[in-house]
T-cell receptor, first 117, second 109 residues
Framework: EPEVTQTPSHQVTQMGQEVILRCVPI?????FYWYRQILGQKVEFLVS????????KSEIFDDQFSVERPDGSNFTLKIRSTKLEDSAMYFC???????????????FGEGSRLTVL | KNEVEQSPQNLTAQEGEFITINCSYS?????LHWLQQHPGGGIVSLFM???GKKKHGRLIATINIQEKHSSLHITASHPRDSAVYIC???????????FGTGTSLTVIP
């Protein structure tokens, strides 16, 4: 069964360092998402990506964050200068939605746990 | 702003019990997701629905669009059902989902 894969599963970094989290969405999906979950809190939307550009982003997704689809399979989230409050589980998801008005089921990766010291 | 409320926050049940988890939201939606999150953190989609009712094995999900409410039912609950169950809604505008805080279910043998 196709699945969304994420790497690394856990990353520890020093405050101020750059971090790149990687995701391989399901191959025929067109919508990609990053969500985050701070320990003990609810899942929060960061950004959606469609047709090689950002479709929507939340207030959390400030200039420190960026996303990229560098090739046909990977979807990355970069945090330029990590802060302590960036410590969270980051989930990548992809959707079978075919357009901005379509609704597709979300398929999640296992998550990447980021710890900023 | 869309609010997604779940109840109860925590639920402990004996094996075999019938379980209901509720989700209420504040805006018009095009779809609602029920998701399961295991202690390791991974999130699995259980259902996506926009009207009526869906059934998969021992799980049943219902939604009432007019009342902005959905329920997830688990029949003949089992310890392996222990997890956090999350409701997420997709408003009529935009392509993102808003998540509830989750219901932590523990099923005791």
């Amino acid at each position: 069964e196709p699945e969304v894969t994420q790497t690394p599963s856990h990353q520890v970094t020093q405050m101020g360092q750059e971090v790149i989290l990687r995701c391989v969405p399901i191959s025929n999906h067109l919508y990609f998402y990053w969500y985050r979950q701070i320990l003990g809190q609810k899942v929060e939307f960061l950004v959606s990506f469609y047709n090689n550009e950002i479709s929507e982003k939340s207030e959390i997704f400030d200039d420190q964050f960026s996303v990229e689809r560098p090739d046909g399979s990977n979807f990355t989230l970069k945090i330029r200068s990590t802060k302590l409050e960036d410590s969270a589980m980051y989930f990548c998801a992809s959707s079978e939605a075919r357009s901005s008005v379509d609704t597709g089921e979300l398929f999640f990766g296992e998550g990447s746990r980021l710890t900023v010291l | 702003k869309n609010e997604v409320e779940q109840s109860p926050q925590n639920l402990t049940a004996q094996e075999g019990e019938f379980i209901t988890i509720n989700c209420s939201y504040s805006v018009g939606i095009s779809a609602l997701h029920w998701l399961q999150q295991h202690p390791g953190g991974g999130i699995v989609s259980l259902f996506m629905l926009s009207s009526g009712k869906k059934k998969h094995g021992r799980l049943i999900a219902t939604i009432n669009i007019q009342e902005k409410h959905s329920s997830l039912h688990i029949t003949a609950s089992h310890p392996r059902d222990s997890a956090v169950y999350i409701c997420a809604v997709k408003p009529n505008t935009g392509n993102q989902f808003y998540f509830g805080t989750g219901t932590s279910l523990t099923v005791i043998p």
